[in-house]
């Protein structure tokens, strides 16, 4: 199906300046739709403390490429962190405790618990940022239940477990 018209009569130039234009709107459609919660969000708060500088235009550009469906790849690293800590100070707490029982080994890998939870909570009131009238911190009951409680709960005690599984009886007895 042809118009008549030739390749050098295409519009190019106003072709490429409208999809500019669009990916400009579209992004600040949706800063203007996300970054406040972006501000407050922990991660946020986190890259603020680690960085000394907000990153809310980034994240609202991970929001936005989401929106294409495209996967934004954070790093894993950061949501590993937790649980290996957690799971090598159950570990540590369940050798240094010589645990040989399963369930031994589990409640002795918990313990560490309360120390974990002490700081996710006082985290909450330190990692508070405030920039101009807006202010961020992580959810104090997510802190708690999550960071504080559930985190240290299981993966302490499966280095816990860990110890006991690979402890031989006999040589903890003797």
Do not use: C
Request: charged letters at 15%.
């Amino acid at each position: 199906m042809s118009t008549g018209r030739s390749d050098a009569e295409r519009p190019y130039a106003v072709g490429a300046a409208a999809g500019f234009l669009a990916w400009l709107v579209g992004y600040v459609l949706t800063y203007l739709l996300t970054a406040t919660e972006l501000d407050d969000s922990a991660l946020n708060a986190f890259i603020q403390l680690a960085e000394g500088e907000s990153a809310t235009y980034e994240l609202v550009g991970w929001v936005f490429y989401n929106a294409h469906f495209v996967d934004v790849r954070y790093t894993v690293l950061l949501f590993l962190l937790p649980p290996l800590l957690l799971f090598a100070a159950g570990l540590a707490v369940g050798r240094y405790r010589g645990s040989a029982d399963t369930a031994e080994g589990a409640v002795t890998g918990a313990l560490v618990l309360p120390g974990y939870l002490v700081l996710s909570v006082a985290g909450v009131f330190l990692f508070k940022v405030t920039v101009g009238n807006a202010s961020g911190r992580p959810d104090l009951l997510a802190a708690i239940v999550l960071a504080g409680f559930l985190y240290p709960a299981v993966f302490g005690a499966v280095g816990g477990v860990v110890v006991a599984a690979t402890t031989d009886e006999r040589s903890v007895l003797s």
